[in-house]
């Protein structure tokens, strides 16, 4: 081939030769072209070069598209990885009032037909289930852009996006969805229409769950269709990460249930329970009664349903609070167990008088005879051992006044004043649980405190996270904190099962294992000051021989008899159902029941004992 | 045409070459072996009367033939290069249609099947089949080898109410379902507030009088009272499964008859409980 080239080659360069001599015409002629020709490079340049009128500009934005790329916001899952909150795709449908008019549909068959625009609103209210009203007053107007409806599943919108409404459009949100609706509802926490986080975990987790947006520019033809060979830029979405709770989602249902079924049988405010995980602090169910349905908070009726109240009611404690006395006074040495204690039919010191909830003489008690039956006046003989300044240390030294630290939002650390600030009477009564408040939650780490050998570890609620990458990061745990001494922990656990076996609280025992734990009754503080209802609740922890777990339930002004509204039976109930949900072996030795009494009254030992 | 047959032509052209041969017999032996310029190059050697004239046209058309193949070519393979990528982007169009109703399918039977999962439907649909909790349970031990305690089966429909609502779904088929189904059971129930209202009483009233000694559990038989009343049970229809529902909602005969195992089962806690949430409807 090369050789066949070349001679095409030779033979016209004579051709070219005979060219050469060009007439004076010819290259004026020529000139005029290169003239326009360097004309127009220059206005080549001038346009597109220097774009002084910026039409390239212009037409580059007319093609150019950016798209924001949403992160996916992260899931919340439970111990088990049960789904309690994920992003699911929704529309908010939107209308431009300027273009509605009646719609010419053309069948497949080539025939049309006209859908007026009444009857375009009958279709669309059938398929968004709302009312006639509300689509003729969304299609009404002059605005180009109005929102018809928001958060449409994408089968609604497939729905009308098959009427052919030219002036119809739709933007893809994402929503969240809320699988086990209620249970543990306030813990979760939920989002506000414009995807704001509000409340619970997904407030206190957001950075973790939302994520970081990306963006994507690109290039589209006349008809709308990406240009394909078109450079384009593309950052890419970071998802969210999940967040694991330490809330097992059958545990919350146990207790949830547990709870409402006892506060309607008492129709009382409101009822909580906790469930604590002895050995690290993990928070294994936060109950309420009643919590906020996070699909619809909106349907919440009770504000106190938005945040858990075992974490943001600041409640008195009541009797509960002897645990921690009996703790203080056992470990400073000011008692034993088995001190004995006259205790008079009613205490009067510093000019205060002391009474009890039932009625009796004076008795000669052991220090657990007292607080196995709750006694007022026993704790308080005790208790004034302590100067009121140890007092104060001891309830600091149990967090009282503090805040756990909790994942979630809202928290109260309630009302501790500080011990120069105490009245007379006061000085007294937050021995036994008056004149003080605290979160129920506060209330269930004393006991956490007793039954893990002393220790005390601030409870959580978030197990771990995960990035959208996989990894997974262990949620920082608190560091553990010795209040009391194991000896001093193994004497109040003795107690603690006192109460139950042959004290006043036999409703919180648990067939086949040795249960321990406290009642408390404290009168509730009204919204116009002074007292108003009560505030029972009980706190306890099971298995006695090595306790794993435990349960407190706080009922919030229970109507009926004081004797007959206690929370010892849904303790029960829920640890019970705890007991046997972890497989817990029962247990096989034999419960303690201390000597509530000496001396003359020694006898009365067995009358609780079966 | 075979390697093998090649070889000993070209060589021997090659030898021909070098003894000096003609340049354009040599050529014309050089070019036998490709297919193509055969005939071209029998041709030249038949005219050999006047070739220099015929070489010269046919070799001043070959470059204009190779360069129209070639825009045409190069035409042909960017119109078909153009017609795979916007069929592609088409077809990329066609495939995220799909990947979206495909994602959107099984996100919605993901919400469905996580509505079911829920605890409270769990516990819901379990009560709808007649299922109660256990009230007593036995234990195996495998390292001590031994069985322990002594299971009762529960009494028939204990705890039949749940008390936390089911979660709202929109969008959700299954949750759909369980709404008009939940409707329909509170339609069910008595409308009268006084009803309700003497009956909680005299369950109030009869629970005074117990003792339960500890228990955690309701003893049936003490709660007979509560239940004995002769206005029908308001318990009928929520302990009832859907059909009985149904029953119960058609006429007050179908509650009245359920008053008479009821009692074993109802006892005074979930009396007190419904007859609460009867009032309240």
Known sequence: MSSSSEHPDATDDPQLGMQRPASRREFIGLAIGLFALVLLALRLVWVQGFDLSGRAA????????????????????????????????????????????????RNPDGTTRTVSVLETIQNLADILHISDDDVRDALDGDANFQYLFRSATP??????????????????????????GQLGGSVVGFMGGDGDALAGIELSQNDVLSGEDGSRTFEISADGVRIPVAPQDEVSAVDGGSVQLTIDRDVQYYAQEAVAARVKEL????????????????????????????????????????????????????STEKTLTASAAIEEGKAEPLSEVPVPAELTIDGQTFTDSFNHGAEDRTFAGIVADSMNTGTVEVGSRLSPEQRHTWLKNFGIGDLTGIEIPGETMGLLADWTAWDTRQQYTVLFGQGLSQSPLRTATIYQTVANDGVLVEPRVVLSTTDAT?????????????????????????????????????????????????????????????????????????????PQYVVAVTLQRPKGDVRTIGASGVFSRIMGDVLKHYGVSPSTTEPVALDKFFGKDADRNDENRD | ?????????????????????????????????????????????????????????????????????????????ILFLNIKISDGQYRLVEMRAQERALAQESEALTQDLEFYQAPQNVAMAATNEGMVSTTSEGLIDLDAQEVSGNPQPAPAAEDAEILVAQPVQRGSAAADRAASLARERRDALPESESQ????????????????????????????QPADATPSPSPTAAPTGTPADADAAGAGADAAVEQDGPDPAAGGADSATAQQGNGGGQ
Do not use: C
């Open chain 1, 267 to 318: 129709d009382a405010e409101w009822g909580t329970a906790v469930v604590l995980r002895v050995s690290d602090g993990q928070v294994l169910a936060l109950a309420d009664s009643t919590m906020v349905d996070p699909n619809e908070p909106g349907r919440t009726e009770n504000e106190g349903d938005y945040s858990p109240r075992a974490v943001a009611a600041a409640v008195e404690p009541g």
């Open chain 1, 58 to 105: 212009s037409a580059e934005n007319a093609r150019l598209r950016q798209e924001r790329l949403p992160a996916l916001r992260g899931e919340i899952v439970d111990r088990t990885g049960a789904v309690m909150a994920r992003s699911i795709q929704r529309y908010d449908i939107a209308v431009d009032q300027t273009l509605v008019q009646d719609i010419i549909m």
């Open chain 1, 155 to 180: 089968e609604q919108w497939n729905a009308v996006r098959e009427l052919q409404l030219g002036y119809v459009t739709a933007e893809p949100v994402s929503q969240r969805s809320y699988p086990n």
């Open chain 2, 196 to 223: 309700a209202q003497d009956q909680l009483q005299a369950a109030n009233e009869a629970e005074l009088g117990v003792n339960l000694h500890g228990g955690s559990l309701p003893a049936p038989q003490q709660r």
């Open chain 1, 470 to 546: 996989g990894n997974t990061t262990q949620a920082p745990t608190p560091e553990p904190r010795r209040v009391i001494s194991s000896e001093t922990a193994a004497q109040v656990l003795e107690i603690m099962e006192t109460v139950v076996t042959v004290g006043g609280a036999p409703d919180a025992a648990v067939e086949g294992y040795r249960v321990g734990g406290k009642s408390g009754t404290a009168e509730a503080p009204g919204d116009q000051g002074g007292y108003d209802g009560y505030t029972t609740s009980f706190v306890g922890m099971a298995p006695m021989e090595d």
């Open chain 2, 1 to 77: 045409m075979t390697g093998s047959g090649e070889n000993p032509r070209g060589g021997k052209g090659r030898l021909r070459g070098r003894i000096k041969m003609p340049q354009r017999l040599a050529l014309t032996t050089r070019r036998q072996p490709s297919g193509s310029s055969v005939s071209a190059g029998t041709a030249q050697a038949a005219g050999s009367g006047a070739p220099p004239a015929v070489r010269r046209r046919w070799s001043a058309l070959l470059p204009l033939a190779v360069a129209v193949l070639a825009v045409m070519a190069t035409l042909a393979g």
